[in-house]
């Protein structure tokens, strides 16, 4: 079993900064591929960003160019700076895990964490 919990969510204006961490147990955090994605009310769950365990990393094409994803395996914790943000990318952000076992992975979520961009 594998607990994420996240932190940084909260209100900030259109044009403002906001980093969000997510803190991750497991002592082999090093081998799990993470992510964030987020949630509007009513509307699936999208994909913001994903780091591999290699560190490679992935970005929705809303994001790009403004938010950054990186991860610290000493600290078991995977970040996502957000710049430039607008009132669009209001949403609930989620911490996810993706753990391998043998020939698959299991899925993990964190708690959420509410970011809103006033214009």
């Known amino acids: 079993q594998v607990q994420l919990v996240e932190s940084g969510g909260g209100l900030v204006q259109a044009g403002g900064s906001l980093r969000l961490a997510c803190a991750a147990s497991?002592?082999?955090?090093?081998?799990?591929?993470m992510g964030w994605y987020r949630q509007i009310p009513g509307k699936q769950r999208e994909l913001v960003a994903s780091?591999?365990?290699?560190?490679?990393?992935n970005y929705a094409d809303s994001v790009k160019g403004r938010f950054t994803i990186s991860r610290d395996n000493a600290k078991n914790t995977v970040s996502l700076q957000m710049n430039s943000l607008k009132p669009e990318d209001t949403a609930v952000y989620y911490c996810n895990a993706d753990v391998p076992n043998g020939w698959t992975s299991f899925r993990y979520w964190g708690q959420g964490t509410q970011v809103t961009v006033s214009s």
């Open positions: 780091i591999s365990s290699g560190g490679v990393t």
């Open positions: 497991g002592s082999i955090f090093s081998s799990y591929a």
